[in-house]
Antibody, heavy 122, light 107 residues
Framework: QVQLQESGPGLVKPSETLSLTCTVSGGSVSSGSYYWTWIRQLPGKGLEWIGYIYYSGSTNYNPSLKSRVTISVDTSKKQFSLRLSSVTAADTAVYYC??????????????WGQGTLVTVSS | DIQMTQSPSSLSASVGDRVTITCRASQGIRNELGWYQQKLGKAPKGLIYAASSLQSGVPSRFSGSGFGTEFTLTISSLQPEDFATYYCQQHNSYPRTFGQGTKVEIK
């Protein structure tokens, strides 16, 4: 059974960089056609896709965040990470990591982490 | 970006009711749509993918239909554990986008 678990600081100061890690257990981040993804949920609002790193190492980011986002992977630790620079209060959200894959006949997010609340405040 | 619009934003229903939620895409997305259920304080859980295929372990009272720009999620007989917020999401293009959610409450 695959499990994902987010970790990282719950409080980040404005203008600093938010850094989160997702640890994958029960599976590998470097095999299979998986898109290791970050999604966030602003307080009381809907879900926003941030981006993914593919098992091959390629990345794709939401254009609305692209200038500030970096997603990377550490295969030896079975982790992938999110860095979001120059944060403001508008980046306060619950951040989820998730796995997307193609399973015929279509794509799906089949596993999610439990989510971690990150508050941006001085 | 493809905009996803759900209706209604909320609904009240009783246990045993048949419930239908609609999702519209701003452009055609074939059948590349998923539905997710989120309970308070929890991560979303996948229900439906490719518009009408059940994710593993999902009860058969959940069903999805649609193609192109209009989709529906139906719960055939609402159970107590189904009271939650439901989101549609398109898998047709990047960035992936979600609907704003439909909250299903107890009448």
């Amino acid at each position: 059974q695959v499990q994902l678990q987010e970790s990282g600081p719950g409080l980040v100061k404005p203008s600093e960089t938010l850094s989160l890690t997702c640890t994958v257990s029960g599976g590998s981040v470097s095999s299979g056609s998986y898109y290791w993804t970050w999604i966030r949920q602003l307080p009381g609002k809907g879900l926003e896709w941030i981006g993914y790193i593919y098992y091959s190492g390629s990345t794709n980011y939401n254009p609305s965040l692209k200038s500030r986002v970096t997603i990377s992977v550490d295969t030896s630790k079975k982790q992938f990470s999110l860095r979001l620079s120059s944060v403001t209060a508008a980046d306060t959200a619950v951040y989820y990591c998730a796995r997307e894959l193609f399973r015929a006949p279509g794509y799906q997010f089949d596993y999610w982490g439990q989510g971690t609340l990150v508050t941006v405040s001085s | 970006d493809i905009q996803m619009t759900q209706s209604p934003s909320s609904l009240s229903a009783s246990v045993g009711d048949r419930v239908t939620i609609t999702c519209r895409a701003s452009q055609g997305i074939r059948n590349e749509l998923g539905w997710y259920q989120q309970k308070l304080g929890k991560a979303p859980k996948g229900l439906i993918y490719a518009a009408s295929s059940l994710q593993s372990g999902v009860p058969s009272r959940f069903s999805g239909s649609g193609f192109g720009t209009e989709f529906t999620l139906t719960i055939s007989s609402l159970q107590p554990e189904d009271f939650a917020t439901y989101y549609c999401q398109q898998h047709n293009s990047y960035p992936r986008t979600f609907g704003q959610g439909t909250k299903v409450e107890i009448k």
